[in-house]
């Protein structure tokens, strides 16, 4: 970007006449180009920075799962992000049709793990996720872009 001139429109006082700028900005077409680029995978970026912050909660909400044989422990998992026009969203879950109730009931005694097991850990990562989701942001940016991003 460079200042050539000013403009002869814009208001400048009687005691400095004859003052024009010009702003001429070379390579417009490929900032607008990056936009676009920015647009498309802006989202797809946002929900994978979502997923690992997810899969990040899901490993410590293993960690905190009540095992007898292990299968409800093992039904663990982050499903896909789901993308939409304007939103995107990430779904942490277990696969057994009693889960629920252990997750729910906490008067019952566990040799291995606590009951809240994944509420418990969705809550204490509460704190500090958008700076970590902002983070991994950053970080996807900066390998797709490099230097570019500050």
């Known amino acids: 970007m460079r200042v050539l001139r000013?403009?002869?429109?814009?208001?400048?006082?009687r005691s400095c006449p004859g003052v024009d700028v010009t702003i001429d900005w070379d390579g417009i077409n490929?900032?607008?180009?990056?936009?676009?680029v920015t647009a498309r995978v802006a989202p797809e970026d946002i929900a994978g920075a979502m997923f690992?912050?997810?899969e990040s909660i899901m490993g410590k909400a293993k960690a905190d799962t009540p095992v007898d044989f292990g299968n409800l422990r093992?039904?663990?998992h982050v499903q896909r992000p789901e993308i939409r026009r304007d939103s995107a969203s990430v779904t942490l879950a277990y696969g057994t049709d009693y889960a629920v109730f252990v997750?729910?009931?906490r008067d019952a005694t566990h040799t291995v793990g606590?009951?809240?097991?994944?509420e418990s850990?969705?809550?204490a990562a509460a704190s500090g996720m958008a700076q970590r989701l902002a983070s991994r942001?950053?970080?996807?940016?900066k390998m797709r872009w490099g230097n570019a991003v500050k």
């Open 6 to 13: 000013q403009a002869p429109y814009l208001a400048v006082p």
């Open 30 to 36: 490929e900032f607008v180009r990056a936009l676009d």
């Open 52 to 54: 690992e912050e997810a």
């Open 74 to 76: 093992s039904s663990g």
């Open 103 to 105: 997750h729910e009931i």
């Open 114 to 118: 606590k009951a809240k097991f994944l």
């Open 121 to 123: 850990n969705v809550n």
């Open 137 to 141: 942001i950053k970080r996807r940016w």
